[in-house]
């Protein structure tokens, strides 16, 4: 039997487990979140991403229930959430700071909520078990938090907050005391235990390479409202808007006016005088002459010596600077106009055998399918 993918919400059948309906945060004069609508399906891996101050961890504590919506209402499995206090709901908030008990072991800070639940003695030692197992943290199980490492203090944490089956787990920045290496191998343990328990998590990190590895829908947040909820894959490839195209992963965008040709979905984008017009195709209708930007991303363009036949796209400039990323090699390259484009190389080679270097001038081309056309 072939796996069906996971996708609830294109299912019209399946009743969210989280409705924000209209729900608006005001902080005095500070409008924190501003008239939101989105739904969050059972079992999601769900991530609220954006700078500081977008309102994400606003939109999490109200979850929690650290703080009530001005105005608007928050259902979690039909119902409304607002009168339920925090302890009550069926939902545990894991901290940045992860907050373990340092008198305690890793054995008693995962009983711990049990404990406070007045749960049978023999009840919490299985669920601990499982916990630790869940966890991989069995062979820690008698030792204080300040004898493990970060990272297994993290996973702690982790079990501690999923140790009452909670229906929602919300995890603020949960990696974000983690050094790089670790954070990469946390990220894929995180995502290993929200499969195997089902829990519905939700996610607040400024981290898009966090958000886009962990997530089965990210929403990309700025002042207050989710600008786009969407799979990693349509974030990346198919942004909404210029704000969203920007904030995710490295890209070029370029300023012009579109008019579309004669052959249906194309445009040609005039952009700068002397450049020929750029093409590219959309399902966005754009006006003759409209304000467009056009959203190229490096690892699209190809970089070449001689000038491509039949490209849709060519450009020439010269190389202004060179990222060299290990696996990859970003380059930098100034058209005539001044416009600056990326164009981005796998590094199958060594280094000596590389074709490109400063001040080389180069031809950069893409489809016309490559680039994303956005409205001005």
């Not at 030692?125 to 493990?148: N, S, W």
């Not at 699209?300 to 060299?324: F, H, M, S």
Request: charged share 25%; glycine share 8%; net charge negative.
């Amino acid at each position: 039997m072939g796996q069906t993918t996971f996708e609830p919400w294109n299912d019209p059948e399946v009743e969210p487990l989280i409705q924000f309906r209209n729900v608006t945060k005001n902080f005095g004069d500070f409008t924190a979140i501003d008239d939101q609508s989105f739904d969050i399906y059972a079992k999601e891996f769900f991530a609220l991403l954006g700078p500081s101050g977008c309102g994400k961890t606003t939109m999490m504590r109200m979850l929690a229930g650290f703080e009530s919506p001005s105005s608007g209402t928050i259902l979690l499995g039909g119902q409304d959430i607002a009168p339920i206090p925090p302890n009550k709901r069926a939902v545990n908030m894991m901290f940045q700071s992860y907050a373990l008990f340092p008198h305690l072991s890793v054995w008693d800070n995962i009983a711990f909520g049990l404990k406070r639940d007045r749960k049978p003695a023999d009840e919490i030692a299985e669920r601990v078990g499982q916990m630790l197992k869940l966890t991989r943290l069995e062979k820690f199980a008698k030792r204080k938090p300040h004898q493990i490492s970060g990272g297994q203090r993290q996973r702690v944490a982790l079990a501690r907050s999923l140790a009452k089956a909670p229906k929602l787990l919300l995890l603020d920045e949960p990696l974000g005391a983690l050094d790089a290496k670790l954070r990469q191998d946390t990220q894929f343990e995180l995502m290993d235990i929200q499969e195997k328990t089902g829990t519905t998590f939700v996610i607040v990190t400024h981290d898009q390479e966090e958000a886009m590895t962990v997530a089965s829908r990210v929403a990309v947040m700025d002042h207050g409202r989710i600008i786009q909820a969407d799979t990693p894959a349509n974030i990346y490839e198919m942004p909404n808007s210029v704000y969203v195209a920007d904030f995710i992963g490295e890209v070029t965008i370029i300023e012009g006016r579109a008019t579309r040709t004669r052959n249906g979905d194309a445009y040609e984008v005039a952009f700068a005088e002397g450049q020929p017009p750029l093409r590219a195709q959309s399902d966005r209708s754009f006006g003759i002459g409209q304000a467009c930007h056009l959203a190229i991303r490096p690892e699209k363009v190809r970089i070449t010596a001689e000038k491509p036949e039949d490209a849709a796209n060519a450009v020439q400039g010269a190389i202004l600077d060179i990222a060299y990323l290990g696996n990859l090699s970003t380059y930098i390259v100034e058209l005539p106009s001044g416009h600056l484009i990326k164009a981005q190389t796998a590094n199958t080679q060594r280094l000596s055998r590389r074709s490109f270097t400063w001040e080389d001038t180069v031809w950069l081309s893409w489809t016309e399918t490559a680039g994303v056309l956005l409205e001005g």
